[in-house]
């Protein structure tokens, strides 16, 4: 009989802890399988962020690094001035990568540096209790917007893939959805993509992750994925911002 | 090999290439900067990376990377700077992760100036970051010294997988004086069977974290470094006595106070007063066991310090009480002089002061 699908190598047999309709465990399992697919096991490195997904380096069976919170660019790039010829990924969320690591993530990207960083938006701050993140929907009710995020009071949502777009050390930026089963697919055609691009040696880059959060959205598992459908996407568009000039073959 | 005049700051960027350091990491800032540019021109001559980071917060946590990597690295900052690292070395010693991490004192608080000062030792050696973690720290006293220690900086950062701090001050940085550089072996980094480097086939897992989300995990990795900084402070406490065999009144000085201090030994024991010096080269480990065999004949204590009173306090504690403990000091980017010292020491000799 021919086996079709498998648990991913790189992926341990650990339960997730996450909570149910989390779409972490989605992200996670398209990380092993690309390492499988690439057969770059041995050369993979991740580094885990602070916050809900930071025990990432109990799932992913590769040699792993647990970084400050938002800081993860910085130690990737340590990794990778000393083992230039691994792959070495951050796996970060939004509070960790685009609030307090903001710094970190634009300055590896305006230096090119070649590591690629896993953005897990899901529009709020989790572990910590479902606080405003700097990609907090306007109008979104979260534990320190009660009234809903006002951009008066609170700012305007920030767009990583589009700020980072300029920086001429970006190689290679997009923005992908967890929602349904064909942006997974497409999901996981990026993050191959950007270790492609990673490994040979273009420069900074970035696969943005649309993910649900049930928990702190106050939504159940289904309505989590219509909402991120129906309000993430807008404010947050689809597709690649940056690619090489030359088109990675994957 | 023949002598050569260096600067502070750039014997400790040679010292490290000598020492097998590789890669470095940093933001500028003064009175240190001459390091970075040293290392600038010196790593790309070795093979090793020099990288400038966005910030001091940044430079730490590369530190990091390459350090769980295997590599020899280090990074250097002075007061404002070293404070922006210190999260950076509190994940470092959590992780283990051997590195070397240079503070070449300014004076403070906040922006201070950039005058030398040793108002920093509160945070080098009680902590600086969060959590209960401790750093070798190494207080050279002249420029052949900082060639010699960085050598021993990096081996005690393996040894001991815990971050070394070498900790001076801008007159140290900035002095040039002769030395001897040694031979030219160059060091290599030992074999890191822990550093995560890629996880081979049915190999065994490498994870370099400081997280213990159990409490009880984390009491244990608590404890289990905390017997690991009382081996360090039995094996690893080193000082330099100076004519401290008779001595009625000790001074206890480090770094470039130290050598002020020897000036006001010599002019005190011309005049007959049995006035000697110990000066701690590790200031932590501090160098208790010298203070405890000295407190029995010495009959008081006189710390001088660039700073309001720091080091004193571990001086008390290692005298316990037994003798009394004076202290003398000057800050902000002033430098003790050495009639005013020897002033202190003659009214303190007289019993003068209390």
């Known amino acids: ?250 | 090999m023949a002598k050569v005049l260096m600067k502070g700051n750039e014997a400790i960027g040679e010292g490290a290439v000598r020492a097998g350091c590789r890669y470095f990491f940093g933001y500028p800032i003064t009175p240190q900067s001459e390091l970075p540019h040293y290392l600038a021109k010196r790593m790309p001559q070795v093979g090793g990376i020099y990288l400038q980071s966005e910030s001091e917060t940044a430079a730490a946590n590369m530190v990091f990377g390459a350090a769980g990597a295997g590599a020899r690295v280090m990074t250097s900052s002075s007061g404002p700077g070293i404070s922006l690292m210190q999260e950076g070395i509190s994940y470092l010693a959590g992780a283990e992760l051997p590195c070397v991490v240079v503070n070449m004192i300014r004076g403070g608080p906040g922006l201070g100036n950039i005058a030398p000062a040793q108002s920093d030792y509160f945070q080098a050696v009680k902590g600086g970051g969060h959590g209960d973690y401790r750093l070798i720290c190494l207080a050279p006293a002249s420029v052949q010294e900082i060639i010699d220690l960085m050598q021993d900086a990096f081996d005690l950062a393996d040894k001991y997988r815990n971050p070394v701090m070498l900790l001076a001050d801008g007159v140290l940085g900035q002095m040039m004086e002769p030395v001897d550089l040694g031979d030219e072996i160059l060091r290599q980094a030992p074999e890191k069977e822990w550093a995560a480097t890629g996880r081979k086939k049915g190999g065994p897992k490498r994870l370099i974290n400081s997280l213990y989300i159990v409490p009880e995990d984390c009491e244990q990795h608590n404890i289990r470094l905390s017997q690991k900084y009382s081996v360090i402070t039995k094996e690893e406490q080193r000082w330099e006595e100076y004519r401290l065999d008779d001595a009625k009144l000790v001074i206890v000085a480090f770094g470039t106070c130290a050598r002020i201090c020897k000036a006001v030994i010599d002019r005190a024991r011309e005049e007959g007063l049995a006035v000697g010096l110990i000066r701690p080269i590790t200031v932590w480990p501090f160098p208790n066991d010298v203070l405890s065999r000295v407190r029995e004949t010495a009959e008081q204590f006189l710390s001088v310090e660039m700073n309001m009173g720091q080091m004193v306090e571990d001086v008390r504690l290692a005298v316990e009480g037994r003798k009394p403990v004076h202290f003398y000091g000057r800050v902000g980017g002033m430098m003790p002089v050495a009639r005013d010292v020897l002033e202190e020491v003659k009214k303190l000799y007289n019993g003068g002061a209390v």
């Open chain 1, 1 to 250: 009989m021919k086996k079709i699908f498998t648990r991913p190598e790189a992926l341990t047999d650990l339960p997730f802890h996450y909570c149910p309709g989390c779409t972490h465990g989605i992200a996670h399992r398209l990380v092993a399988e690309v390492i499988d697919e690439m057969d770059i096991y041995e050369r993979a490195l991740g580094i885990a962020p602070v916050g809900c997904s930071v025990f990432i380096y109990n799932y992913l069976d590769i040699d792993m690094y647990q970084a400050a919170h938002g800081r993860a660019p910085a130690v990737g790039t340590g990794i990778k001035r000393v083992l230039p010829d691994r792959l070495v990924f951050t796996y970060q969320g939004d509070g960790d990568a685009a609030a307090i690591g903001t710094g970190e993530l634009v300055h590896a990207a305006a230096r090119g540096e070649k590591i690629t960083v896993l953005f897990i938006n899901n529009a709020v701050y989790a572990m910590t209790g479902g606080q405003m993140a700097p990609t907090t929907l306007l109008g979104q009710k979260t534990t320190t917007t009660p009234y809903g995020r006002d951009k008066d009071a609170n700012g305007l949502p920030v767009k990583v893939c589009e700020m980072l777009a300029p920086l001429d050390g970006s190689a290679y930026l997009a923005r992908v959805s967890l929602h349904n089963p064909k942006h997974i697919m497409m999901a996981k055609k990026a993050i191959r993509k950007a270790f492609e691009v990673q490994m040979r040696g273009d420069g900074f880059t970035l696969v943005e992750i649309l993910s649900s959060c049930p928990t702190n959205w106050g939504l159940p598992p289904l309505e989590a994925l219509k909402w991120l459908e129906e309000k993430m996407i807008p404010y947050y568009p689809l597709g690649e911002y940056k690619t090489p000039a030359e088109e990675v073959q994957i």
